[in-house]
């Protein structure tokens, strides 16, 4: 069995605080998004909700994300887990999780193979305004995917930021 060093991390909302006297160090800095009028639209790939143990364990896969993903989340009314293929039997090459909190729908854990980064985000905006007409998108993004999600549609707002620290 191994044992991983204990951790801890922040999620500096307003990017405002400074925790490096406390030890932590910046482990990513992103940009809130919002898109507040998704359309629904004709999607570059075939995109289903995951609803099985299974097909959870191709999407970790698919996402890096393998054993941190649990399949109880499958359960939760207000999530959705989507996954993207270029065809009806092809292996998943992006996904996305959505949360549904009153008029937005939350969006974290998007991934994508490179050639398909600017599509998904145009395809998630299709999917969500299927999937829940009339609500707003709202997520955080950084680096290369904050440039796809921004050239899609989605409006940057705020920047946040998230510390992290180890113990020995």
Known sequence: MTHLPAAESVKDSFACLDLDAEGFRILFDAR??????PRSAA??????AVDGAG???AWT????LDGIIRADLLAEPSVR???GRRSDDAPIDA???VNVTGAVVGVSNVFGADQHAHAVWRDLQGVVASEFPGHAIVG????DDLASAIASGFTPLDPLRVWH????
């Open 32 to 37: 809130w998004i919002v898109h507040r009028s």
């Open 95 to 97: 996904g996305a999780i």
């Open 43 to 48: 999607t570059a790939l075939v995109w289903t």
């Open 81 to 83: 887990i989507f996954a």
């Open 140 to 143: 955080y993004e950084g680096g």
């Open 165 to 168: 620290r180890q113990f020995a």
């Open 55 to 57: 097909e959870l364990d």
């Open 61 to 64: 896969t698919a996402a890096a």
